[in-house]
């Protein structure tokens, strides 16, 4: 299995995993900070748009590969407000963005040290 068609497997894998936990009835695990849930969406939308750069880049622009991983950000707040159990956060939906600028941004300044 080629190095390309790993990352495409660990990408779509990780979607999976995002939507299922996503879905999912919350538990509340022990809070250190108020702000903590914020940032494991930050950190997880980041890994996801990394994963998606190694997967896809090639043949994606990261413009487009941040807006439609933003879009399924969307599209799971949406879902989550629309079962029993979980509500959707438009600030869980900024720091999923959050995350996406952040890798983006470092991504695309690699190499461009003096």
Not at 67 to 84: K, Y
Not at 87 to 93: A, S
């Amino acid at each position: 299995m080629s190095l390309q068609a790993r990352f495409k497997f660990f990408f779509w894998t990780a979607i999976l995993a995002v939507a299922i936990l996503s879905l999912l009835p919350i538990i509340v695990p022990h809070e250190l900070v108020s702000w903590q849930d914020k940032v494991h969406h930050s950190v997880a939308y980041g890994l996801l748009f990394l994963l998606a750069i190694c997967a896809y880049g090639y043949r994606f622009t990261l413009w487009r590969i941040g807006v439609v991983l933003a879009l399924f950000g969307l599209l799971m707040e949406i879902a989550q407000s629309m079962t029993a159990y979980r509500y959707g956060d438009p600030l869980d939906f900024l720091a999923n963005i959050s995350g996406i600028l952040l890798v983006g941004i470092a991504y695309s300044l690699r190499g461009r040290r003096s």
